[in-house]
């Protein structure tokens, strides 16, 4: 297992995962409706994946 800090060129992998736990309503301070632009140009998605990465 290659355990390494997530890049833009992860976006599309990561995109799924974000998305659904967002549309649930339950956690993070995004709103449901977030776009896929708009939290690829959000800088903290990157920094919450790659301190999860480490917990899971």
């Known amino acids: 297992m290659n355990i390494r800090e ?4 992860d976006w599309d992998s990561i995109w799924p ?3 659904e736990i967002v549309k649930a ?3 993070y301070a995004y709103e449901t409706d977030t776009t896929k632009t708009q939290a690829k140009n959000n800088r903290l998605i990157f920094l919450f994946y790659n301190h999860m990465k480490y917990k899971i």
Do not use: D, K, R
């Not at 997530?6 to 060129?9: G, I, K, M, R, V």
């Open 17 to 19: 995962i974000f998305s």
């Open 6 to 9: 997530a890049t833009t060129n």
């Open 25 to 27: 309503g339950e956690t």
